[in-house]
């Protein structure tokens, strides 16, 4: 959730702003102008007859999924997906009317009550599944049916039924009583690779299952297959829907798919210089000494750590911007605070902003730098910042 004052769009030159000094030692910035210009990127590049159903489990990839499912809505999305029932009741409570598809497994009584009672549609990804729900929402008397999403497991092995079994699941789903059948989908394992080739296996198999399933006569409302490297890759993938997460956030999928629609980063890392010092040569720098200044240097404490979600296998390998220059950090990164060699800045004050992920003047550090250095993708890094970091919207 977004929470805390929104800030100016602080910038490297204002720094140590009278606003609110301190009041934040370290805050995740989120850009809702940039959310708002991804969403519209991605809209104008689908056709008409494709819906964007933006991918707003996690909290939104950290960014916070209220105030980002109404700006998405609010800039051309039609659909949202959350993981679990509670993403989506709390979108719910704060008002939100759009569709909800809950991407994950439901299965507890209590899931499908909650599930009938916020208007959520749940995802059917086995015949025993799809038997719980009719048999849980007999017990409640629902008026009209519930829209489910069957899921098809077309080649990525997590959720869903074989697509060989496609058509009989269907089929019994449909005669199933208290249910019925919003769309077919199924989720690709290598959209983001350069080499094609199970990808088009994966939407061949939907493409045979989706033929069987016609073939038995039976009418398919919507059918959904692209993830945002798919979207990105081929609109053969677009069909009725395409479920964005990662470019709704600014960032690609891979680098191969640059350049084909401008993407803005919407998340931003800031903290607080909280103190500046001098240390001589030969001072050891925080835990365990694993940084020894070589020669006398500026030191500056920043006020956000590895609770934070700033990752200790950084220590002295992170760089950060100030007054849009890079500047390197200095020994091991603890819990609540991370120092840094500020010797290019003997005037630096406390107080000043340190720009962990984002833009300052020229200088860029984008959640693709951070994950090459940890050996993992940005997706991880923007789910990494913990709520102990309020959500600060901008424009
Ligand atoms: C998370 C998720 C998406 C979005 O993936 P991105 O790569 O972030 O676009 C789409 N579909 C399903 C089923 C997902 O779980």
């Not at 609110?20 to 102008?33: K, M, N, P, T």
């Not at 449909?174 to 080739?197: C, E, F, G, M, N």
């Not at 000043?352 to 693709?368: H, K, P, Y």
């Amino acid at each position: 959730m977004l929470s805390g004052k929104p800030t100016p769009n602080i910038t490297y030159n204002q720094q140590c702003d009278t606003y609110a000094w301190f009041s934040q030692r370290a805050w995740v910035e989120i850009d809702l102008g940039a959310l708002s210009h991804n969403i519209q990127q991605i809209v104008q590049f689908l056709s008409p007859r494709t819906q964007l159903m933006a991918v707003v489990k996690a909290d939104a990839y950290g960014h916070g999924a209220i105030t980002v499912a109404q700006t998405a809505l609010q800039s051309g999305a039609s659909w949202l997906g959350v993981a679990t029932v509670p993403e989506g009741i709390q979108l719910r409570e704060a008002g939100i009317n759009a569709p909800i598809l809950i991407l994950g497994a439901t299965h507890t009584p209590e899931q499908i009550h909650a599930i009938a009672q916020w208007e959520l549609q749940p995802t059917l990804c086995s015949p025993k599944q799809a038997l719980i729900f009719s048999n849980v929402l007999e017990t409640i008397q629902q008026d009209s049916p519930i829209p489910v999403h069957i899921k098809l497991d077309t080649g990525m092995s997590r959720l869903g039924t074989n697509w060989q079994q496609a058509a009989e699941f269907v089929q019994l789903v449909q005669r199933l009583p208290h249910l019925v059948i919003k769309s077919i989908y199924s989720h690709l394992a290598t959209a983001d690779s350069p080499d094609t080739t199970m990808m088009q296996e994966q939407h061949r198999r939907f493409e045979e299952a989706i033929a069987q399933i016609k073939a038995m006569g039976i009418k398919i409302p919507c059918l959904h297959l692209a993830n945002s490297a798919a979207t990105l890759t081929d609109s053969a993938l677009h069909y009725d829907i395409v479920r964005v997460g990662l470019a709704v956030y600014g960032l690609y999928p891979a680098t191969h798919l640059q350049n084909l629609i401008k993407l803005k980063p919407v998340l931003q890392l800031k903290a607080r210089v909280t103190q500046v010092k001098t240390i001589a040569p030969g001072t050891g720098v925080s835990y365990s000494h694993q940084f020894i200044a070589h020669k006398q240097l500026r030191l500056a404490v920043v006020g956000i750590g590895y609770a934070d979600g700033v990752p200790r296998s950084l220590s002295n390998n992170l760089q950060v911007l100030i007054r849009g220059q890079r500047v390197p950090q200095i020994g091991t990164i603890t819990m609540d605070q991370l120092m840094l060699d500020v010797s290019a800045f003997p005037d630096l004050q406390e107080g000043e902003v340190v720009t962990l992920l984002g833009e300052q003047g020229n200088e860029q550090i984008s959640a693709d730098d951070w994950a090459e250095k940890l050996n993992t993708i940005s997706w991880e890094i923007l789910c990494g910042f913990k709520h102990r970091l309020p959500r600060v919207a901008v424009m």
